[in-house]
């Protein structure tokens, strides 16, 4: 027996990447399954973007690069800030990471202390928690359900925050509900955090790029500049440009936190991987129609999923603003198949309608699922048979 910290006992395993395991071994086991379960693009890496990691390893840049990132690299990310957001930093402002989650974690790493306190809206990407209570810290769940499109309100977030709050976590677009905060209801948030200001904010806007309406992204350092010094941006190649397996994130934010972080980056991991940092280079600084093309078709599957899902029995959901996810309302559905709960209904889905989901539990959302729609057309038609089907047999 090994007598584990109390750090790694106090987190759990994500259950995103369980539920496609779990989908694997059925697979594997001869079942015919459909996995919505997945979080990355069907698409493969645009070819450019392959073409720029090659002539890397050709031109021998297979060495130790900056811990921050090479400047290329970093000079590109600021160009993405001015170029889509109107926002100027310096390289000192910018760090390149292993993927946007090792961001996150260089952040939390540099920032909170035992006992401080994160405040995550839920539905909330899976992984904020436990990060969180890794490095020793109190995650403080605000929820907000589907008939506030999954958003949190200005009342919400001030009555979560306390003297010893530290931490805001927002990600708009957001992994799993697909809605996005627009800039007036930033702009409440704002208010509010102008009363508290020993609260930072982390904006993971990782899905910045998929979204339905264009130019309607918005976050809250573009709607309340006054905030900047407070504010750190999250983001990465891996969704807008289908790079997930390359590990590329980066983060934008005040000279002294990005200082931190770097160097907690030079005492774990050093630079990323720097083949895919020359990739990144040329996916930001490349043309930019490789986002389009995937966007329409997630758009289409999205138009397709929201309606066909609404026609099943006991299933509810609301038309989302981006990203590759629906977030459905299965309460009905639960009580319709006597489960005990959303966990138990998802189980119930993939043993019996062979279809992969995560339970909106995962996202501390119970009562949900997670559909991804990163997956073809008539796969989802299948899937959606099946789930019918197994309403209709209830
Ligand atoms: N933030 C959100 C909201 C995500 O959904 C993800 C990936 O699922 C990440 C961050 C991390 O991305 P990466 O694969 O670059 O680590």
């Not at 402002?93 to 202390?113: E, P, V, Y």
């Not at 909330?124 to 436990?130: G, L």
């Not at 309460?331 to 019996?352: F, G, M, W, Y």
């Amino acid at each position: 027996d090994y007598q584990l910290s109390q750090r790694v006992n106090a987190i759990q395993p994500s259950p995103t990447l369980a539920v496609t395991q779990k989908a694997a071994e059925l697979r594997a086991a001869g079942h015919d399954i459909i996995g919505l379960g997945v979080g990355e693009p069907d698409f493969d890496t645009p070819e450019f973007i392959k073409t720029a990691a090659k002539q890397a390893i050709d031109a021998g840049k297979t060495k130790y690069t900056a811990v921050d990132g090479i400047n290329e690299l970093k000079q590109a990310v600021i160009n993405k800030f001015q170029r889509d957001n109107g926002l100027t930093f310096d390289a000192k402002q910018i760090i390149i990471s292993a993927g946007g989650k090792h961001s996150i974690f260089n952040l939390l790493t540099a920032w909170l202390d035992a006992g401080d306190e994160v405040v995550i809206p839920a539905p909330y990407w899976v992984s904020y928690p436990d990060m969180v209570k890794l490095v020793g810290a109190k995650p403080v769940i605000v929820s907000a359900g589907i008939e506030q499109r999954f958003k949190i309100s200005a009342e919400q977030l001030e009555q979560a925050i306390t003297p010893r709050t530290k931490l805001l976590f927002l990600n708009s677009p957001s992994n799993p509900s697909g809605t996005a905060y627009t800039a007036d209801e930033l702009k409440a948030l704002a208010e509010v955090l102008r009363r508290h200001p020993q609260v930072l904010v982390a904006s993971d806007d990782m899905y910045e790029h998929i979204l339905w309406q264009p130019n309607s992204f918005a976050n809250l350092a573009m709607v309340a500049p006054d905030l900047l010094e407070r504010i750190v941006i999250l983001s990465g190649v891996s969704k807008a440009y289908a790079m997930t397996g390359w590990r590329i994130g980066y983060a934008a934010g005040p000279t002294a936190l990005i200082k931190a972080m770097v160097k907690v980056q030079s005492q774990s991991t050093s630079n990323p991987c720097s083949i895919s940092q020359y990739a990144a280079a040329a996916a930001l600084e490349g043309d930019q129609s490789c986002i389009d093309e995937m966007l329409q078709a997630f758009k289409q599957r999205h138009d397709y999923l929201v309606e066909a899902l609404n026609a099943i029995d006991g299933v509810a959901c609301i038309a989302g603003d981006g990203t590759f996810y629906t977030f459905a309302d299965i309460r009905s559905l639960i009580k319709k198949a006597d489960a005990s709960d959303d966990i138990a209904l998802c189980e119930r889905l993939l043993t019996d309608a062979k279809v992969a989901l995560v339970p909106g539990s995962a996202f501390g959302a119970p009562g949900y699922c997670r559909l991804s729609f990163a997956t073809d057309l008539e796969t989802l038609k299948q899937a959606v048979a099946r789930i019918k089907a197994f309403s209709e047999s209830l």
